[in-house]
Nanobody
Framework: QVQLVESGGGLVQAGGSLSLSCAVSGRTFSMYVARGWFRQAPGKEREFVAAISWSGARTDYGDSVKGRFTISRDNAKNTVFLQMNNLKPEDTAVYYC?????????????????WGQGTQVTVPS
């Protein structure tokens, strides 16, 4: 059984920063797959945010976060991070960590993944 546990969400004013973390434990093979973040706002579909390959050599970002968010990983700690800067009210959502294949397809439906439980990020307008 694989477990993904997110942390670091919260409330932040527009223009501020937050850093999310996602630690993975369990089935060993999941340590060697791509990792990523998706988010879901009320009434909306789950949206791709960022992805990173196992080695960290390849990254990808959703158009709405490019230039503001940075994804990274520490394989020694089985943890992936999402640094979010210059946050905007439209970034308000539940952020989900994913580990698996298909993450770089940028669609949650294409992701054959294990998922975290989600962490809330709120940026008041």
């Amino acid at each position: 059984q694989v477990q993904l546990v997110e942390s670091g969400g919260g409330l932040v004013q527009a223009g501020g920063s937050l850093s999310l973390s996602c630690a993975v434990s369990g089935r060993t093979f999941s340590m060697y797959v791509a990792r990523g973040w998706f988010r879901q706002a009320p009434g909306k579909e789950r949206e791709f945010v960022a992805a990173i390959s196992w080695s960290g050599a390849r990254t990808d970002y959703g158009d709405s976060v490019k230039g503001r968010f940075t994804i990274s990983r520490d394989n020694a700690k089985n943890t992936v991070f999402l640094q979010m800067n210059n946050l905007k009210p439209e970034d308000t959502a539940v952020y989900y960590c994913a580990a698996g294949t298909g993450i770089f397809e940028r669609k949650a439906d294409y992701c054959v993944c294990d998922w975290g439980q989600g962490t809330q990020v709120t940026v008041p307008s």
